[in-house]
Structures are given as structure tokens and as C-alpha cells.
């Protein structure tokens, strides 16, 4: 029999009409959202590469939104519409679209001689109203992994693909665990089984090993001739074969009952039996329903109907945390296998109403968003005072969130060319309508919402509200970033702020990693380093994984994210979209400079004119090192003063250098008899600056490569009667003590070389067990570090949650033979070990840290993960030092 998903697409597409993008307006029919949980809230995750993209276009085209098929490497599709996405063919901004599935059919669906709503939703297996599907197509590149968490962030459910050849890829690990720390139910698309080399038996027991969880295979390959190409799938829940046409749009799709694959393709038909018992089998350990379901039903695996499986399905796909995930079939760039997909985003995944209470803070406290707009009756019969005391405290709280008519969180912000800022929001609670005014909690700003839109990707529909559990966007906002909280609270004026109460409600914010990749981004010209400071502005506030600092000893802008390629578009966008004339170029490591032998006095006597006036001073200076087993912190810090005696002064200058003054016969207590000994427009408070002042500066700028100096310790003989004279001025005194100190630092590098010190980062490397060889020799050989330690504490790993500490043994998961498996072993076998996660501390140094992200992701299959801070300052060998000097002097 033929299959109701061909023939209600392709009515729709007959009478070309593209039902989500006319409908999805204030005229959208009410039999789709009459329900309260008709809308799903989806993303689509993976590793790149695994077809997300290539997957929403068949959604899209499926549903009736599009009438065509959109290609990747053609730059043809909906969500990747950025000219750098369709460029290098990867997906690198997420984009939201709305679309219906089953397909909102032309007309109503009750008038006569309407399209009859597809056979394969039997009203007996799952609902037949259409429903409003809010899908993000996520970036699967590590470089763009913020874009994805802030997308997480507002999604009620997840759509997790894997390329059947590549497996269980690195960054699929890394964005599956933070859709657990969002308790995010998932469910699993096993993608290019049409492809050489795909294995979707090793791929079902990677999920367990990998992604801490039990596969629960929903679906299984069905191959040509049992070993021949991939061509269907076998349906475990309703006991069928599913046969797409070869070649075609995969509208017209074939079902073959389980009699009937019984006599023509038997082995097919038993390993169906065998997925229905092991599916029955894991869904009883972890369902009681299901549990009580089996004994009905005699224990016959078999004679269980589909929508009880359906629906113990979605109860274990949606505990916290998720233990069982189920597991679908296809490949999507053979349009096999996405209208079942569809099914299971609709019969599996929750709808808003599903999910759990929005954790918020207010006032210093945590709570849920329903337990502040909810009076608990409790308060009403409260039996003591102590009890009344805390019920007419409550009730401030509750008689401001009576006035509160809605939440929403703010989880992007992108600066459009036509339509201007755009904020992305995810309302919480109640509706925010065209016009009202929103209060940021974040920013303590209010301001007004003038257009709301429904995004399709590039183009937008503008609408009248946006509802509770809806995704919009709203223009306007000068001033939301990304995290940032906003309420629309009854009586609120745009110079006005709601009560102090609600204030400070928030809900929960959105992490930002840290930056693992740095260069150095600089303007052409001095009158473009406005333009680029405003551009580069605009970029943070859009995506906040970036950084932006200034190094104050070379005066260099450094630009961090989370690798070259995130970098790269940034400059592109820098250098395109906002015309800035920029460059980025090399990071230049702030390097210093340490003497290693001491000198005798030194007396330099300042005898020239300054300003047009006659400058007389002099000053005897001598240098020493001084050990530098103590860590130099890479910041400078506060100059204190350490009184040694009435005659002596001790100043702690940055970098561990000292100054040491001795003022014969200038008493620190006594400034009567100063009058007899110095100019009287002079002071030894102001003589003293002056000398910090020239010593600062000598120090700036060493006599070997020019770096700062560090661990010296500088002593200033100033005799007030021989060195001061009445011309000598407060800048005479500072040239002449800069000079002397100059000089002695000449004689000392002319003695014994001076010595390079170099900043060293304390480096947290978090790689598998596999791994971890293989990177603690890059670290301490081919990079110079120095290994701390090595340990796994699960608890400390950026991305884990709670799910890793489920240990499966892959032995025990059911999965079908892959027919083109060579027969060694357990497909699996060994992952569990390999799998552990370890530490690694070290301290290396920062030179070697540049473009370190690229080489671990090399070492680790992309597996790896480093954090880093500066540690301190270390000296260098001298073959190291060598090599660094010979790499500077090429430029």
C-alpha cells in the first residue's frame, strides 16, 4: 500500500501552495494551535558534517513549505543563507523556521472535498491535528559551539544526527552533554546508511558507549538483498518494511506488513522480530507501564500494540535524566526515512507544556517561574505566627507577580542590514503583544517592542503577539544581548521600572565558554580605529563568545574566540558586512628581559636645556639580579612604599623589580631641615616621584631585545648637596635617573648577555584515555611544558553532567548485523575503556599556546578540550631562547 505522506505532499505541492509560510500569521487555522500542546521547540545537533542541514531541507520540503529541494554544496538551501555559509557549505549561524507537520492541507480541513489528512496517521496511533513546529538548524562546527548552547538554551526537545560511517563524532559528545545539563529530551537520526562503509550496528553501540545512554533501535536498515544498498527501513513499532522509491523525492513510499516480508525476504522479517524483543525488553527496565503491558499481552513481545510502545517510548524519552534514546534510520540526501523522523519529533518530543518550570532568581533566591505566578493555597491556613509572618511576606511577591503578563528570555541578537537589531526570545509566560514595553532585568532599561516577527530563516512574517512557548523575534531593543531577561509588567512606563521585587527577577542565564584561540586585529589607519572599536562592538554584543582585550605593553587589540574559523568569519563579517578596514595579524608574546650580573655606581650628570630653559641635575645608580625562583604574575602590581630607615626609600616597581633610594641627609620625618639641603621649589616627596618616574622608564625597555626588564633591583644614591643644583628641575631629575639606570643596564648585558623570560600559561587539557599519550608528549616534548598532574575527576570536565556516570557495556545492546561487518570482534568492544575521560594540568608556555586548539583537536579526533590563564613569567634555555630570537629578528 502506498503511504499517506506522498499523497498529501503532493497536493499541497500541486496547488502550490506553501501552507506554513501564509498561514503562520494571525490567520493561522485554529485547528493548529487549538491544543495546548501542539508545538514542538526542536534543534537539529551534530558533528558537522552529518547532514543537519541536508535533513531540515527534507522537512521543509515534506511539510509543503518548499517546493523544491535545497543542496548544500549547490548553496540552494532555506536555513544557510549567509553568503560565507553557502561559501564553504557548512552551517555556521543557527537559523529558526516554523513549519506544520502533517502539512496543513490547503483549505480547512473540515470543508468538503478538502485533501484527507495522511493514511499513516491512523487516529489510533497518534494525533491527526497538524502541529506548529519551531526548528533551529544548528552549526556542527566546534568553532561556532556557543551557537549552539544559546539555541539549547529555549529548545524543548532535540534532534540529534550521526553520519552512519563517521559514528559518534567529537562534537556530537560535547553538545549531547550540554542538552543533558538542560535535561533536553533527544532523539537519535542515524543518517548516510547509504554511503560505503556505513555501519549502523557499530554506530547503535557507539550511542551507548559515548552518549551514556540505552539505545532503544526504533528502526533498523533494510538492504538490498540483505547485503546490497540501502534502499528502507524496517518499522519495530508497527512490525513493517518501509520502501522508498530509488531516484525519487521520496514522496511515494511503499509498506510491507510483517506476513508479507515473512515470505519474501524472511531474514529481514526475523531480525524485525528480534529489534520488536529487545525493544520491549529494554523499555520494561525502565517502564512499569510497559512492564504490566507485556504480562496483558501473555508476554508476547509481538502482539503488544504500536501506540503503547509509542507512548513508553515517550514517557523514558522524557525522565531527567534521559536514559533511553530512541533510535531512527535513513539518509536524508536520499530522501529516505524523514517523514518518520517527523513522526517521532511529534509522537516522542514534549511540547512546551511538557517541559519542566523555568529555574529564575529573585532577589538573591532561586525558584521556578510557575511557583511565583502560582499562589499557593498553603498560606491561607497558616496555624502559627511565625507561619503568618512568612505567608504576609510572600504575599508582596505575589501581589507584584499578578501584575507580571510575561517572561521571555532574550537568546540571540543579530544586527540585520534591512530590518536592524533583531532579538530572538523564547517566551516563558503569558504573551508580549506588538507595542508593549519590556523591562530588561539584566540591564535595568526599559523599552518598546514597535515589530514582532516569526523568522523563516532569512525572511520574517511580522505578527501581532507572541505567545507562551512560542519562539519570535522582536525589533527595537537597542540594548538586549544574548542571556539578558525581559517582562512585561502591567502599568510599566518607559521611563518607569516595575517593583523592586521584580526587578531583579531573572531566568536562568546562558553560559559562555571560554576562549581557546586569540590573534591580534589592528586598523589600517589611526582614523579607522573608531569605526573598527564600534564594528567589533556589534559583533561581541551578536555573539559573546568572542573577546576583546587590550595588551598594554605593545598596545595591541586582541581578538579571542573559539578557533581560526570563528575568527576568519568574524574578520569577514569586519571586512564585508561593516566595510571596517582592519587586519589581523600575530599575536606578539610580551616577553622580558632579566640581567644576570651586577654593576659598580654609576654617576650621570643632566647639563642641558629643556624648554628653553637650563636643566642641571645628576644621579648615581647601580643594577643587581635578584632570584627569580618566586612566580612573576603577568599583571602589574599596586607600588607600595616600604620605609628601610629615615635616610632610605624602597619602592616595589611591576615585574618584580625593585627601587631602592638612599637620601643622605633627607629625612623622612624631618622636612624642616629639606629647606637647607635642596632648591626650595623642589620636595623629596616630588624628588622621590621623579625617580620612580625615571626609573619606570628605564626599565620599560631592556638593552638586549627592548622588552621590559624584570628582576633587577636599581639603587639611587641621590647626595641632595652635590646632585642638586637650584636649575635642577622635577623632569631634570627623571631624564637624569633614566639615563644612569640605562647606562648601567648597557654595562651589565655587555658583561654577561641579559636573559629572555617568557609568559608560561597554566594549561587544563581534558582528553580521552586513548588520547591522553599522545597529547602529554606534545605538551612536555615538542612544546616545553611541564606536566602537573594527571587525573579524571568527572565533575571538573566542561562539558559533563550528570548522565556520565552511566557506564554501558556495549555487549549488551542489541544491534542488527551490518552486512558489510568484517567479523572481528564486538562491534564496540574496547570503547568503554578508551572512552574514560582524564585531566591534564601543565604549565606551557604561551607561544606554544598559539594555535595549539587546531593540533589537540588532530591529536584527539576533535575530542579535546583545553582551558588556559596566565601563570607567570619563566626564564628561558638558551637553545630556546636561540630559536625565539632568530624568529623575531625575521621580521
Given amino acids: 500500500m502506498r503511504f499517506g505522506w506522498a499523497q498529501c505532499a503532493r497536493r499541497v505541492v500541486q496547488h502550490n501552495v506553501r501552507a506554513p509560510r501564509r498561514l503562520l500569521s494571525s490567520q493561522t487555522p485554529p485547528q493548529a494551535d487549538a491544543l495546548s500542546n501542539s508545538t514542538r521547540n526542536i534543534g537539529i545537533i551534530a558533528h558537522i558534517d552529518a547532514g543537519k542541514t541536508t535533513t531540515t531541507e527534507r522537512m521543509l520540503y515534506y511539510s ?56 499513516s496517521f491512523d487516529a489510533t496511533l497518534r494525533s491527526t491535528v497538524p502541529h506548529n513546529i519551531n526548528l533551529i538548524d544548528t552549526p556542527g562546527h566546534a568553532d561556532f559551539t556557543f551557537e549552539v548552547l544559546r539555541s539549547l538554551r529555549v529548545l524543548d526537545g532535540a534532534v540529534c544526527i550521526l ?138 513481545h509481538l502482539a503488544i500494540p504500536a501506540i503503547q510502545i509509542m507512548q513508553s517510548l515517550r514517557r523514558v524519552a522524557l525522565q531527567t535524566p534521559q536514559s533511553v534514546i530512541p533510535v531512527f534510520a535513513g539518509a536524508s540526501f536520499r530522501n529516505i526515512g ?89 517566551v516563558y509566560s503569558g504573551s508580549i503583544d506588538r507595542g508593549a514595553t519590556l523591562f530588561n532585568t539584566n540591564l535595568g532599561l526599559a523599552g518598546r517592542a514597535p515589530r514582532l516577527l516569526k523568522m523563516y530563516a532569512n525572511d520574517a512574517v511580522e505578527v501581532d503577539s507572541i505567545a507562551a512557548g512560542q ?57 579607522e580605529q573608531k569605526h573598527v572599536q564600534e564594528s567589533l562592538a556589534i559583533l561581541l554584543r551578536e555573539d559573546p563568545s568572542l573577546h576583546l582585550s587590550v595588551d ?47 654593576t659598580s655606581p654609576y654617576t650621570y650628570q643632566l647639563d642641558r636645556p629643556i624648554a628653553g630653559k637650563t636643566a642641571k641635575a645628576m644621579i648615581t645608580a647601580c643594577i643587581d639580579p635578584v632570584d627569580d ?13 616600604a620605609e628601610d630607615g629615615p635616610f632610605e626609600t624602597s619602592i616595589k616597581l611591576p615585574d618584580n623589580n625593585t627601587l631602592h633610594i638612599s637620601h643622605r641627609n633627607l629625612s623622612r620625618h624631618d622636612s624642616a631641615s629639606h629647606k637647607n639641603h635642596i632648591p626650595p621649589h623642589l620636595s623629596l616627596p616630588g624628588i622621590l616621584h621623579s625617580i620612580q618616574a625615571g626609573a619606570s ?29 637650584p636649575e635642577t628641575s622635577p623632569t631634570a631629575i627623571s631624564m637624569a635617573t633614566r639615563a644612569a639606570i640605562s647606562h648601567a643596564l648597557r654595562t651589565s648585558c655587555a658583561a654577561t648577555p641579559a636573559v629572555l623570560m617568557e ?34 575527576p568527572i565533575s571538573s570536565i566542561p562539558t559533563g553532567s550528570s548522565e556520565n556516570e552511566l557506564r554501558i557495556d556495549p555487549s549488551l545492546i542489541y544491534a542488527p548485523p551490518d552486512p558489510f561487518a568484517s567479523g572481528t570482534g564486538d562491534a564496540g568492544s574496547g570503547l568503554a575503556d578508551a572512552d574514560a575521560q582524564r585531566q591534564i594540568v601543565a604549565r606551557v608556555p604561551l607561544k606554544e599556546m598559539v594555535g595549539y586548539l587546531n593540533h589537540l583537536r588532530a591529536l584527539t579526533g576533535g575530542r579535546g578540550t583545553f582551558v588556559m590563564s596566565v601563570d607567570g613569567f619563566e626564564r628561558m634555555g638558551s637553545q630556546r631562547q636561540k630559536e625565539v630570537v632568530e624568529r623575531m629578528r625575521e621580521f
Fill in 163 to 300: 553520519d552512519g560511517v563517521a559514528g559518534v563524532e567529537a562534537q556530537t559528545e560535547k553538545v549531547w552533554m550540554q542538552a543533558g545539563t538542560y535535561h533536553i529530551p533527544r532523539v537519535i537520526f542515524v543518517n548516510k546508511l547509504d554511503r560505503d562503509g556505513a555501519a549502523f550496528s557499530r554506530t547503535v553501540k557507539e550511542i551507548g558507549v559515548r552518549l551514556r545512554g540505552w539505545p532503544a533501535v526504533c528502526q533498523i536498515p533494510w538492504w538490498r538483498g540483505g547485503n546490497g544498498d540501502f534502499t528502507g527501513i524496517g518499522d519495530v513499532l508497527n512490525l513493517r518494511g518501509m520502501l522508498w522509491q530509488a531516484g525519487g523525492d521520496g514522496r511515494d513510499v511503499e509498506a510491507y506488513g510483517l506476513d508479507e516480508l515473512e515470505t519474501t525476504n524472511k531474514t529481514f522479517a526475523d531480525e524485525i522480530k528480534k529489534a520488536r524483543v529487545a525493544l520491549i525488553e529494554l523499555l520494561s527496565e525502565h517502564d512499569d507501564v510497559m512492564v504490566e503491558h507485556f504480562l496483558e499481552h501473555d508476554e508476547d
Fill in 629 to 641: 625562583s618566586a612566580v612573576i604574575l603577568g599583571v602589574k602590581e599596586q607600588e607600595e612604599d
Fill in 338 to 426: 524523514v517523514q518518520p523522523l517527523l513522526d517521532a519529533v511529534v509522537d516522542l518530543l514534549p511540547s512546551p507544556t511538557e517541559r519542566p518550570d523555568p529555574e529564575i532568581s529573585l532577589s538573591n533566591q532561586t525558584s521556578t517561574l510557575s511557583a511565583l505566578l502560582n499562589v499557593s493555597e498553603s498560606k491561607k491556613t497558616a496555624k502559627s505566627a511565625k507561619k503568618q509572618r512568612q505567608a504576609s511576606e510572600q504575599n508582596v511577591a505575589i501581589t507584584e507577580a499578578k501584575n507580571l503578563t510575561a517572561c521571555a528570555l532574550a537568546f540571540k541578537v543579530v544586527n540585520d542590514n534591512k530590518r536592524g537589531v533583531l532579538v530572538y526570545v523564547r
Fill in 64 to 119: 509543503g513549505y518548499t517546493r523544491r529541494i535545497g543542496d548544500v554544496d549547490e548553496g540552494s538551501t532555506v536555513t544557510d543563507f549567509l553568503p560565507a555559509e553557502r561559501a564553504r557549505g557548512i552551517t555556521i549561524q543557527s537559523a529558526a523556521i516554523t513549519f506544520h507537520w502533517p502539512p496543513i492541507p490547503p483549505d480547512s480541513l473540515n470543508a468538503p472535498g478538502s485533501p484527507q489528512l495522511p493514511a
Fill in 759 to 792: 609568559p608560561v600559561m597554566q594549561v587544563t587539557v581534558y582528553v580521552n584515555e586513548s588520547s591522553l599519550g599522545a597529547v602529554v608528549q606534545d605538551l612536555s616534548s615538542a612544546r616545553g611544558g611541564q606536566v602537573l598532574s594527571l587525573d579524571s
Fill in 552 to 598: 598594554e605593553e605593545s598596545g595591541q587589540t586582541h581578538l579571542a574566540g573559539m578557533g581560526d574559523l570563528h575568527l576568519e568569519i568574524a574578520r569577514d563579517r569586519l571586512l564585508n558586512d561593516f566595510k571596517a578596514k582592519a587586519r589581523i595579524g600575530k599575536i606578539e608574546i610580551g616577553y622580558r628581559e632579566a640581567i644576570t650580573s651586577s
Fill in 697 to 725: 622608564a628605564a626599565l620599560a625597555r631592556g638593552p638586549f631585545n627592548g622588552f621590559p626588564v624584570a628582576n633587577a633591583c636599581v639603587s639611587i644614591e641621590l647626595d641632595a648637596q652635590a646632585h642638586l643644583f
Fill in 471 to 527: 519562539i519570535g523575534v522582536i525589533t527595537g531593543l537597542k540594548h538586549a544581548r544574548t542571556g539578558d531577561t525581559l517582562i512585561v509588567y502591567r502599568g510599566l512606563q518607559m521611563k518607569g521600572s516595575p517593583p523592586a521585587g521584580l526587578s531583579t527577577l531573572q531566568l536562568r542565564p546562558i553560559n559562555v565558554p571560554p576562549p581557546v584561540f586569540f590573534t591580534s586585529i589592528e586598523p589600517n589607519s589611526l582614523s
